[in-house]
């Protein structure tokens, strides 16, 4: 105490430990303890896996993410067609789901929008349209969005990058 008063300049300092230390409480925000609710099929139990890694051989997953592009619309004979594209931030997947008129599940279309955080449990294949990876969701429900972590550094950082003549040509 003595040392860092005399370093600082200061008439004295006094240290006081901090231990040991309480679990940080969770910020009490207008969806706190919500529960998520079931939009199609059943209650999701299992964990998420990154979109990044899906592939055709995937078969049954379960994908959570934001909502973006939405495409949902009707179509002949009064049924409709669910289609949006949902990301992590390590890959996209595009979710399509056809809707009889008579299903309960088609009052769906108008329930998703931009922006939603999803957990999505279904098939992945190929699109029979235009040949891209499809999730053919079996069940979905509403998620909360991962806590973003923040940047409380004292001073700002900045991250260098270049190429030469010896890189590969990755851009």
């Given at each position: 105490e003595q040392h860092l008063a005399a370093e600082?300049?200061?008439?004295?300092?006094?240290?006081?430990?901090?231990?040991?230390?309480?679990?940080?409480?969770?910020?009490a925000g207008k969806d706190a303890g919500k529960a998520a609710e079931v939009l199609l099929g059943k209650r999701i139990k299992g964990e998420s896996m990154p979109i990044g890694n899906l592939t055709v051989e995937s078969g049954n997953v379960t994908v959570s993410g934001r909502v973006f592009k939405t495409d949902s619309r009707e179509v002949k004979n009064n049924n409709a067609v669910l289609s949006f594209c949902i990301t992590d931030n390590t890959g996209s997947v595009h979710v399509s789901q056809f809707?009889?008129?008579?299903?309960?599940?088609?009052?769906?279309?108008?329930?998703?929008?931009d922006g939603m955080y999803l957990t999505v449990s279904g098939t992945v294949?190929?699109?029979?349209?235009?040949?891209?990876?499809?999730?053919?969701?079996r069940h979905i429900?509403?998620?909360?969005?991962?806590?973003?972590?923040?940047?409380?550094?004292?001073?700002?950082?900045v991250e260098l990058h270049l190429h030469t003549s010896f890189s590969t040509l990755d851009a």
């Open positions: 600082s300049g200061l008439k004295t300092v006094e240290i006081v430990p901090d231990y040991p230390r309480e679990a940080p409480k969770k910020a809707l009889r008129s008579d299903s309960p599940d088609k009052g769906l279309v108008d329930k998703i929008g294949g190929l699109s029979r349209y235009d040949g891209d990876l499809n999730l053919e969701p429900q509403t998620a909360q969005p991962p806590e973003i972590r923040k940047d409380t550094a004292p001073e700002k950082r």
